[in-house]
T-cell receptor, first 120, second 111 residues
Framework: GAVVSQHPSRVICKSGTSVKIECRSL??????MFWYRQFPKQSLMLMAT?????????EQGVEKDKFLINHASLTLSTLTVTSAHPEDSSFYIC????????????????FGPGTRLTVT | KQEVTQIPAALSVPEGENLVLNCSFT??????LQWFRQDPGKGLTSLLL?????REQTSGRLNASLDKSSGRSTLYIAASQPGDSATYLC??????????FGAGTQVVVTP
């Protein structure tokens, strides 16, 4: 259980176009979804936190008008990179979180396989 | 703000040796700590999760310890294999389910 999918796994787009990445929790309802980006040989950097039905909370330095996040349901969140530029090329990973009540309550996060975005 | 440091940044060992990966953090107010594995160009695979009330977790050849008082966690991989070659990330779970990641340790196990 606790599977998170991302689509597409890889996308190449031209500079100036927009790209949408989907993140789905397949077998559970996620209270919160997170979007990360990862540059080569670097760790994951949190971009934004998204709760279903409310506006996303962006981390400092992340442009909310450039990285649009929509969290339409408890199983789906989308990240749209608008007017993409080559510097937006990166590996984008989403995760989905729910509160596990068995034993000590704990928020557990499950990660999608990532989307490789290349902007030419 | 939570700072997570992983040492060493890279590690190369011959097959069969035990691996010791270190993770340190500055804020002991954590909900849990997780160790992940990441293969090149892939997403994250969760290896072990230690609740803040626990001191260690074990799964097969993997053992992770947590010492909140000293702000440290250690991941041990016994009898390493070439298939263990990957980047290993530790992450602290703080408020609202936010994970703070370390930069990772890149491991190469040579046959």
């Amino acid at each position: 259980g606790a599977v998170v999918s991302q689509h597409p796994s890889r996308v190449i787009c031209k500079s100036g176009t927009s790209v949408k990445i989907e993140c789905r929790s397949l077998d559970f309802q996620a209270t919160t979804m997170f979007w990360y980006r990862q540059f080569p040989k670097q760790s994951l950097m949190l971009m934004a936190t998204s709760n279903e039905g409310s506006k996303a909370t962006y981390e400092q330095g992340v442009e909310k008008d450039k990285f649009l996040i929509n969290h339409a349901s408890l199983t789906l969140s989308t990240l749209t990179v608008t007017s993409a530029h080559p510097e937006d090329s990166s590996f984008y990973i989403c995760s989905a979180s729910f509160l596990r009540l068995r034993g000590a309550p704990s928020y557990e996060q499950y990660f999608g396989p990532g989307t490789r975005l290349t902007v030419t | 703000k939570q700072e997570v440091t992983q040492i060493p940044a890279a590690l190369s060992v011959p097959e069969g040796e035990n691996l010791v990966l270190n993770c340190s953090f500055t804020d002991s107010a954590i909900y849990n700590l997780q160790w992940f594995r990441q293969d090149p160009g892939k997403g994250l695979t969760s290896l072990l999760l230690i609740q803040s009330s626990q001191r260690e977790q074990t799964s097969g050849r993997l053992n992770a310890s947590l010492d909140k008082s000293s702000g440290r966690s250690t991941l041990y991989i016994a009898a390493s294999q070439p298939g263990d070659s990957a980047t290993y990330l530790c992450a602290m779970l703080g408020s609202w389910g936010k994970l703070q990641f370390g930069a990772g340790t890149q491991v190469v196990v040579t046959p």
